[in-house]
């Protein structure tokens, strides 16, 4: 027997139930892993709290999508991956390649990584190098790729950019760190200056407290100039969006990934002179290439604090709270 987590999709974080069950079986083309570690990202919240309806499995689900996990036993015909080899299951776990997405993804759709245990089709599962521990693994999935597909899957990222992030949470400080190891320059803004100091530990160029300083466009154009933004990491969404806009060059672009604030940017997408890019996380193809380029420049992802499993319910409160910087952490060990 293993131990798993489920929760009542849109029914509320206090659904949210501990218990057991069977270690299941791989079947052809299927490997069974040993998950290490886990990640919560905002996503976890929409499920859990209905804030999309249908985006999770009625009436329960799995919940998570980001892990790193070991091959324990595979089925007849793998030769992607062996027994005893560290890997990360891809978030949309049959988007393999090409730019349009597939919707079948973990901890929503179909059951997620909040368990000891699970079988997947062995070709969504790639490589966890060495250079990167099992909690730095599990925040690749989703947080790092979408990062990285809002800063190469458009308008590729160059040596001297100024690319604008906004917020401390999983996304935004993993764009950070890519941006950074491109050459580029990172703008930052939060509500905390001990977080925007810690954002700047990790090279942000320009912090900006937006709660201290509610007119924080102006002051990005104060000290960068007028237009200055190649990209824009929009965390937030659609009430940011003529602020935004605003601020980038022409041919920068406006990279829309989460309604932490209102809904999602993408909603004012075709809007006359805006180059809005809708980010959908990303395929097996870009996951791969991201973690080279991890495990390449050295980047170490940022892991803020971590629950036990059994303190699933506390992890989501601390998301909801916003009192954390990089990701939150499950160990599954």
Request: some cysteine; aromatic content about 6%; charged content about 20%.
């Amino acid at each position: 027997m293993m131990k798993q987590a489920k929760v009542q999709s849109g029914k509320g974080i206090g659904t949210i139930a501990i218990g057991e069950a069977p270690i299941p079986e791989p079947g052809p083309g299927e490997a069974l892993v040993r998950i290490k570690a886990a990640t919560l990202n905002f996503r976890d919240l929409i499920v859990a709290k209905g804030l999309i309806p249908g985006l999770g499995k009625e009436p329960d689900v799995v919940p998570l999508s980001c892990c790193a996990a070991e091959v324990v036993s595979v089925g007849s015909g793998v030769t992607r991956v062996d027994q005893g080899e560290r890997v990360v299951p891809i978030f949309a776990p049959f988007w393999m390649t090409g730019t349009t997405p597939d919707p079948r993804m973990l901890g929503g759709p179909i059951d997620g990584v909040a368990r000891q245990y699970a079988v997947f089709d062995a070709e969504s599962l790639c490589p966890l190098p060495d250079e990167l521990g099992d909690l730095e693994g599990a925040t690749l999935a989703c947080a790092a790729l979408t990062a990285w597909s809002a800063l190469t899957a458009f308008r590729p990222t160059g040596a001297g950019d100024w690319v604008l992030a906004h917020g401390t949470g999983g996304v935004s400080i993993a764009a950070l760190q890519l941006a950074k190891a491109m050459g580029a320059k990172v703008a930052i803004t939060s509500s905390s200056y001990a977080k925007l100091a810690r954002a700047a530990s990790y090279g942000a160029d320009l912090c900006i407290n937006y709660r201290k300083t509610p007119g924080w466009a102006a002051e990005v154009r104060k000290a960068l100039g007028e237009r200055p933004l190649a990209n824009v990491i929009d965390t937030v969404g659609a009430v940011q969006f003529d602020d935004n806009v605003s601020l980038l060059a022409e041919g920068g672009q406006l990279s829309a990934i989460g309604m932490l604030g209102s809904d999602f940017s993408w909603t004012r997408m075709g809007e006359q002179g805006v180059n809005l890019a809708p980010i959908g996380v990303g395929n097996r193809e870009q996951h791969e290439a991201m973690t080279a380029f991890i495990a390449a420049h050295r980047i170490r992802p940022v892991v803020d604090v971590v629950y036990d499993l059994d303190r699933l319910e506390d992890a989501y409160r601390h998301l909801e709270s916003g009192q954390f910087f990089g990701k939150v952490g499950i160990n599954l060990l």
